[in-house]
T-cell receptor, first 116, second 115 residues
Framework: AQSVAQPEDQVNVAEGNPLTVKCTYS??????LFWYVQYPNRGLQFLLK??????LVKGSYGFEAEFNKSQTSFHLKKPSALVSDSALYFC??????????????FGSGTQLTVLP | DGGITQSPKYLFRKEGQNVTLSCEQN?????MYWYRQDPGQGLRLIYY???????QKGDIAEGYSVSREKKESFPLTVTSAQKNPTAFYLC??????????????FGPGTRLTVL
């Protein structure tokens, strides 16, 4: 079984400050990890993913995420937050298993609010 | 959202009615998915299809049905057997590289409300 936890329902940060949105996972096997962002009444937009290799992954809109195998975490970060970053963020995990659905398992989401 | 369209954007259903949500993609993706989103619960997989004329149940398939007659289309029917259908429905597609590393891309969603 695979699972994802986003321990914070809500994160508030001042514009210009660094932001972190936390994600931890539990899988049997090597994880493939994804971050998505959702604006109100819209679909999810892909930000970045970790497959293998460098633990620091850079993605769209200045976001990056660090894969930490020992802590089973994949936190999303940005050095300087913008008001337009305010949205709902989802972490997701998938494990490659032969004969499996390879389905994505999503966390419950973290609402990020960047205050001007 | 580019390349994946969902219609309608808003849908209202009376109890006891079946309704069909449309999902079309022009990305030439092999795999397509349907998710349900409820507040505070993230996304849950309803059905997915990796190839035409084949589909598999996800975690919450009861009360839903799908078809995959064409590569670009994956309609979802919400039947009267679905007890609590009010939710935001998201369709996604991916290349399906066979390694589970493919990225799923999402449509804009359909908000279904049962009156």
């Amino acid at each position: 079984a695979q699972s994802v936890a986003q321990p914070e329902d809500q994160v508030n940060v001042a514009e210009g400050n660094p932001l972190t949105v936390k994600c931890t996972y539990s899988v049997s096997g090597n994880p493939y990890l994804f971050w998505y962002v959702q604006y109100p009444n819209r679909g999810l937009q892909f930000l970045l993913k970790y497959i293998t290799g460098d633990n620091l992954v850079k993605g769209s809109y200045g976001f990056e995420a660090e894969f930490n195998k020992s802590q089973t975490s994949f936190h999303l970060k940005k050095p300087s937050a913008l008001v337009s970053d305010s949205a709902l963020y989802f972490c997701a995990v998938r494990v490659s298993l032969s004969g499996s659905a390879r389905q994505l398992t999503f966390g419950s989401g973290t609402q990020l609010t960047v205050l001007p | 959202d580019g390349g994946i369209t969902q219609s309608p954007k808003y849908l209202f259903r009376k109890e006891g009615q079946n309704v069909t949500l449309s999902c079309e993609q022009n990305l030439n993706h092999d795999a397509m998915y349907w998710y349900r989103q409820d507040p505070g619960q993230g996304l849950r997989l309803i059905y997915y299809s990796q190839i035409v004329n084949d589909f598999q149940k996800g975690d919450i398939a009861e009360g839903y049905s799908v078809s995959r007659e064409k590569k670009e289309s994956f309609p979802l029917t919400v039947t009267s057997a679905q007890k609590n259908p009010t939710a935001f429905y998201l369709c996604a597609s991916s290349i399906d590289d066979g390694l589970a590393t493919d990225t799923q891309y999402f449509g804009p969603g359909t908000r279904l409300t049962v009156l």
